[in-house]
């Protein structure tokens, strides 16, 4: 396992893609994994379970957490779901939590940082802190899956947002979700 990841997931519907993202990036990757309550109240009442992933947890309330300091090499940062609370968080600096101190720390580094939203729609504030967020040197995704694969499962509009973070980490995987022309 060569490559390293955080992984974050905050409080925005939509843990069904951090469970998913996670059984594929934590078969070639080492990875680790905060949760915040937020995220674990949605997941209970998803009925998606995050317990098991073959990760290194952290507390999100665990502020002197080796990977808080941009000493720990990684190869980047995925936030999924990426709630519009924890946008603006990372954007303004306001390191209250691991996950936006880790992300804080991730784009100061530049490394690859991605914010994978979930919620809709977006006001105002929200744009102009994706813009500020992207400026900064994040990428952002929203959850919007494509549908010219066809897909006929929920889990084919999952694999398909999955497959793209991956795609943006250059990680392997074999979901077949890639536009193959007309």
Not at 35 to 47: C, L, R
Not at 101 to 108: I, P, S, Y
Request: aromatic content about 8%.
């Amino acid at each position: 396992m060569g490559k390293e990841f955080i992984v974050g997931v905050t409080g925005a519907s939509g843990i069904i893609y951090a469970r998913r993202f996670l059984d594929i990036l934590t078969q070639s990757a080492k990875v680790h994994l905060i949760i915040s309550e937020t995220a674990k109240t949605i997941a209970y009442h998803e009925g998606v379970d995050l317990n098991g992933v073959k990760a290194t947890y952290y507390n999100n309330t665990t502020m002197a957490a080796k990977i808080s300091s941009g000493s720990f090499k990684h190869d980047g940062m995925v936030i999924i779901p990426c709630s519009t609370k924890s946008l603006s968080a990372i954007v303004h600096g306001y390191s209250s939590t691991l996950i936006s101190r880790v992300a804080d720390v991730t784009l100061k580094e530049r490394r690859k940082c991605i914010l994978v939203l979930r919620e809709m729609p977006f006001n105002r504030t929200h744009i102009q802190n994706m813009l500020v967020a992207h400026d900064t040197g994040a990428t952002i995704f929203v959850a919007s899956p494509a549908f010219y694969y066809r897909p006929t499962k929920i889990s084919d509009l999952v694999d398909m947002v999955v497959a793209r973070v991956l795609d943006h980490l250059s990680v392997d995987h074999d979901l077949k979700v890639a536009w193959e022309g007309l």
